[in-house]
Every structure is written in C-alpha cells, then in structure tokens.
C-alpha cells in the first residue's frame, strides 16, 4: 500500500489522515485548522500524503506551503484541484465540485473567500491566519 492508500484507508471517522512511509496520524478538527495547527507548530510535513475530508483552495495552499506530495479529497473543489496540479501533487478525489460553500450553505466559504484572489501559499497562509482570527472575535 502506499501512504496515500493508508491515508485514505483511516480518514475513515476523521477530516484528515497524514501518513509518510507508513506511519499516518489523524486528526479529528473542522475545515483547514489542523493543518493551520500543524503549520503553527512548524511540524515537518515535507513528503506526507494527505486525504481529507474537503479540499479547496485553503486548503491546497496549506498542503503546498507544508510540502504535502500527494492528496486524496472526498470533495475537492475545481480551484482547490487547479491549485494543486499547478504546483505539481497528484490529486485524487470522489467528487468535484464548483466551490466550497459555507456551513450555513448560503454562500462560499469564509477561508475559500479570504485566498481566492491569491496564488502564493505564503500569502495565502496569512490571510488564512488573519480571517480565521477575525472570525474568532465575532464569535
């Protein structure tokens, strides 16, 4: 099995599984904040396959920013696929779709709004930062 089989194999229950050379760990937090937490920690992800639950833009800039080589999303979305293949890492997916919407489902989602203007990871990562701060304080 390679790393992404076993990543894909124990999302089960999960929103995301990180395995390299067959040792995989999961994590269980909502959207992109476990891999906002991992990056914050600057744990080393450089050759990890990811699958997660959802992959959109944010979060394909996390995986780039991170050194993530290959990913698996059940949804992935057209931008978050083109940011990913533009940045050379295989992408797998269930299904594709035009955008991430919101959990509210009445529009795209607050991460996704905060990097579609932007292409480099590095900026991208602290808008992410930045409206994942913002959106603490109003709640």
Known sequence: MTDLDIAVSQL??????????????TDDGRG?????????EEKDLAGYSAADVIVG???????VKAGIVCVFGKTVSRSGLDYLTEHSIPCTYETLTASIINRQGTGICPMEDAVLEISDCEAGYTALKRRMEELRRLH
């Not at 089960?12 to 760990?25: A, N, P, Q, R, Y």
């Not at 992109?32 to 914050?40: D, N, Q, Y």
């Not at 833009?57 to 995986?63: G, H, I």
């Open 12 to 25: 089960v229950g999960h929103s995301i599984c990180l395995c390299k050379d067959g040792s995989f760990f």
């Open 32 to 40: 992109i904040s476990p891999m906002m937490r991992l990056i914050a």
């Open 57 to 63: 833009k944010a979060a394909a800039m996390l995986f």
